[in-house]
């Protein structure tokens, strides 16, 4: 798949993205052993967000140069490799690796290619006369992580909001600090932005989907049964498909409709409730809350399956957990609640002595120097004034939507939370807790944006659905046969998988250019444009600041010139961002600027706003082609160094 998306150069990144995970390797083992696959990918996962932190320290101290990364990296791996390499029992005793284990979790793993390549393929994907596609929703998070990840790619620290670049970003932006420093800064890279992002969003797809199956398949000790219940959640968790094959044929509809729909959020479009997207959403579109979730089941996986009687235990959970924190607070957070309640389940039923409470501060230490560093590093400063508690408006239809985002799992996870006789109970704990958590947290908090928590929460179950699923599946092919566990397996793949297939079909499809819902399904960058990016990468300064209309744009390219030019703008509007009203009044001030202001007056107020060029195209309309002739009647104020068709680049002068 690198090879696919990147050719030799994402080769390259693979082996970068190979070693810059080796650190954590001894760390894995340690906890859980060499011969058992967890052992490798927690190793990896943990190696990922101890690289991230150890590059941050160069960055910090205003030393970004490839000789300080290599230092900081081969500290980290000397301090580890050397720290760990007593060898001997691992902290979490797991049962033989069997080969049914093996061919189990590979099956799983070629779910990850099968769904990623096409979606991932068509990014950007060019035609006959050079114009690039990108398919929403991969023009609001693929653009957004594109500019996260130039941003970081100045190695400037804090980093800069490139939608008001006068401010610090309050972003949680620690997944980008390995793709930032791997691939080199924007002017020197050494592989292109987009080919990292595909690259490093695979790979991490692949450790989320091993940690959801080693959780799994720690409950049940079975393979086929972590395997049947992994499967089942990433393919089939949601009925909104097929509720709307159902309804499309009895309107007499077109079934094609269908490619004219965010299937995924029908709950939205049908009933105006919450949406949750499925596991291959979070894939595709937020590969960030994915690393925060896969980190957040390393610490599930060692308290379901060990028994947290030694400091060393107790420590390395708390790393997991920290580091899941770092990625993302709000999901190490959860993961935080579902491990505590654990513990103290276990402490309730005597298989830990109370004093255990005491000694959990050694997971507890890791966890708050990580929200230490979070807010230290000011990624979510204006968060807290917009948190609303109390129940979520608009969810008068919850128990429909709920029905419709789960309806292909939820079956199975509530056989899952039965006290089936003989089957150990252990497993209902964190995921009775992720279940009761993650419906409270989506319908009780909410933020500005009604969806962030709902999504995020969505993750939250979906990513801890599988353990009682499992559960579940197991149970009964031990209690009712396996032609029974078989039959409901069937039964709610077939449900729930036309979700999944319309979905991965829409976000492949370059070729509906379409008007959706306030925006195209496909957005066009013409040679044109392009031409333009690589003007501005090649003959502006790193740090510059590029401005184009923010108000004409709205959702159709939000991110042009941050995610595609890799500059900053004084103003903006960011939908990936907390609304903050500086983003409103700048923007206003911009679009001022272009269209109403004299000649003079746009001079002067765009060097007082440090604005060294400004962009028109063709989502400028009218206006856009008569400001360019504006800016060409005063050579003494204003340079026009770029003009190809629809697109001019003027330097203030």
Known sequence: ????????????????????????????????????????????????????????????????????????????????????????????????????????????????????????????????????????????????????????????????????????????????????????????????????????????????????????????RRGWSAAAATALVFLAPSLEGT????????????????????????????????????????????????????????????????????????????????????????????FCLIYGTAIVADVLTRRLPARALLEEGAAVVPVTMALAWCLFNHMNDPAGSTITIGLVADTGHWAICIALSFGGILGVVLLGLWPWRGADWRAVVPGGTALVAGFLLMHVVSLEDRSWVSFRAGNLLLATMPMLAARAIGCLRSHAGARTAAFVFSVCLVAGIPTTLIDTYNAQDIHNLSEGPGFPWTIVHTPAQQGGFRWIQEFTAPTAIVQADPTVRDRRNWCLIPGFAARRMAGGLPFSLLPNPDFQRVSQEVHALLTTLTAEETHRQARAMGIGYLWLDQDDGEPGAAAIERFAERPDLFHIPYHRAEVAIVHVQ
């Open 243 to 334: 509720y709307t094959l159902f309804d499309l044929a009895r309107r007499g509809r077109p079934l094609d409709a269908v490619r004219d729909m965010n299937i995924d959020a029908i709950t939205a479009w049908t009933f105006q409730g919450l949406r949750v997207d499925n596991l291959v959403r979070t894939m595709w579109y937020t590969p960030q809350h994915a690393l925060s979730l896969a980190l957040g089941l390393v610490a599930v996986l060692a308290v379901l399956t060990g028994r947290p009687t030694r400091f060393a235990f107790r420590a390395l959970c708390g790393v997991a957990l920290g580091l899941s924190v770092t990625v993302n607070p709000f999901l190490g957070a959860a």
């Open 1 to 220: 798949m690198a090879v696919w998306f990147g050719g030799l150069a994402g080769l390259l990144y693979l082996a970068l993205y190979l070693a810059a995970v080796v650190p954590g390797l001894p760390v894995g083992w340690r906890l859980f052993g060499r011969s058992n696959p967890a052992g490798w990918v927690a190793g990896g996962l943990i190696g990922y967000g101890l690289t991230t932190l150890a590059f941050w320290v160069p960055l910090r101290l205003g030393f970004p140069n490839p000789v300080a990364f290599c230092a900081a990296w081969l500290l980290l791996l000397a301090g580890l490799w050397h720290g760990f390499r007593r060898r001997g029992d691992p902290l979490v005793i797991l049962p033989r690796w069997t080969r049914r284990d093996w061919l189990a979790w590979l099956l799983v793993l070629h779910l990850v290619p099968v769904f990623l390549t096409l979606p991932f393929g068509n990014v950007g994907a060019r035609d006959g006369s050079g114009a690039r596609f990108y398919r929403a929703y991969f023009t609001a998070d693929f653009a957004w992580h594109l500019t996260v990840l130039n941003e970081i790619r100045h190695f400037e620290q804090p980093p800069r909001n490139p939608f008001l670049a006068r401010e610090p970003i309050h972003y949680y932006w620690t997944y980008f600090v390995v793709p930032a420093v791997l691939s080199g800064p924007a002017e020197f890279a050494v592989v292109p932005a987009q080919t990292v992002l595909k690259v490093n969003a695979t790979l991490t797809a692949l450790l989320l989907l091993s940690m959801i199956h080693f959780v799994a398949w720690g409950v049940t």
